[in-house]
């Protein structure tokens, strides 16, 4: 018998951290990792963890770090408080009077299934793998690969590449922008003809640019990723019949309505899922669902995560429905210090193990996190209330 958690009192941090090496995308770089942290504690004595992972700017979604706070701690914690949950899939439905706000509501969601693992003795892959049909238990790894953002040139693009092939990655995305792209992917391929390799757009270009992205159909790309508007469907549905490459949808999927139409439009052919993208780990079982029954192939993208949210990442990503390598890297190429320990590496085959703990699996270390809390406090007074 399923064992139910009362929450009673919820915890929000906002942190900042250092990154190891920043990401630069086509709308820019953050130079801290930045995210509220959630610790979730319930009257059985357990602590539930999650994260949001929002950012300084409405960059890669239109949700900040203020906007975040304002919601978790107004509406999204309120409405769980003194709650008796059985299953976390009853937490959209306790939450759903909030509209939009997706990054918030994954981060309180998690927490809730980290509980209820916990609580009921679970892995966070195994809670997953109960609410999908037989067959759909965890590989016990998730493979992965590495996301490279946009250097001043090619040669230092090529560096950074042999740098992560021979560190064991398998495969390598780059991000592109108008002005970088085709002669990007040529000079790569030339330098690397067999590397699995994508290129992301972040939504960079329009359908104006059909004729030019169609230069990459000659560089044996294994996706191009959002090539159009963050919230298009129709216009990448026209793009992707003129390219043999294969058109992934990141931005564009907020739900598992979204991805039904973008596979019947024919808008793309295989699927980005971030957790945190469509609202937590429940609508991310239904997209789950979803491409199993199209047969469509998914991989489980990242939004540079500590390890709490990495441990979550990892559990789904090992389910078998997740059929290509996720933009889950191994905690060094972040942080040097996360806030959870052991942390991930790297294994043989460009694969992360899943924690064996209870729940996340990871321990949170909770001088880390004050510490973490201290320095967005110190780096980011304008945003303090």
Not at 162 to 185: H, M, T
Not at 198 to 212: F, G, K, P, V
Not at 350 to 357: E, T
Request: glycine share 8%.
């Amino acid at each position: 018998m399923t064992r139910a958690i009362t929450v009673k009192d919820i915890q929000l941090f906002p942190i900042a951290m250092p990154f190891v090496e920043r990401l630069r995308t086509s709308f820019g770089e953050e130079p801290f990792k930045t995210a509220i942290i959630v610790a979730l504690h319930t009257d059985e004595g357990i602590t539930g963890w999650g994260e949001c992972a929002a950012e300084i700017h409405p960059g890669y979604s239109y949700e900040t770090m203020g906007t975040a706070m304002h919601v978790l701690s107004e509406f999204l914690a309120p409405a769980l408080l003194g709650k008796k949950i059985t299953d976390a899939l009853e937490v959209p439905a306790l939450i759903s009077s909030t509209r939009g706000h997706p990054l918030a509501k994954h981060a309180i969601e998690a927490a809730v299934w980290d509980a209820l693992a916990k609580v009921n003795d679970q892995t966070l892959a195994q809670a997953f793998a109960a609410h999908l049909p037989a067959g759909h238990t965890s590989r016990g790894y998730a493979n992965v690969g590495v996301s490279i953002g946009i250097k001043p040139t090619v040669e230092d693009t090529i560096a950074i590449i042999r740098q992560r092939v021979n560190e064991g990655y398998g495969r390598i995305k780059l991000k592109i922008q108008p002005g970088w792209d085709v002669e990007l992917a040529r000079g790569v391929r030339q330098a690397f003809p067999d590397i699995l390799l994508m290129l992301d757009a972040n939504s960079a270009y329009t359908l104006a640019d059909a004729e030019h992205l169609k230069q990459l159909d000659a560089f044996n790309l294994l996706m191009l990723e959002q090539p159009l508007g963050h919230d298009d469907i129709y216009e990448h549905s026209k793009l992707q019949p003129q390219m043999s490459t294969r058109i992934c949808l990141d931005e564009s999927i907020l739900s598992a309505d979204d991805t039904r139409m973008a596979l019947e439009l024919g808008a793309c052919k295989i699927i980005n899922l971030k957790p945190a993208r469509v609202s937590g780990y429940a609508e991310s079982l239904e997209i789950y669902k979803v491409c199993v029954e199209h047969d469509t192939p998914l991989w489980i993208g990242g939004l540079m995560e500590t390890g709490i949210g990495r441990a979550a990442n990892v559990a789904f990503a090992s389910l078998p429905g997740v059929t290509l390598p996720c933009d889950i890297s191994a905690t060094s190429r972040y942080f040097t210090q996360d806030l959870s320990e052991p942390p991930f590496e790297l294994q043989p085959g460009s694969r992360l193990n899943v924690p064996s703990g209870l729940g996340i699996g990871v321990e949170v270390i909770e001088e880390r996190v004050h510490a973490a809390a201290k320095l967005w406090h110190e780096q980011y007074p304008y945003q303090q209330s």
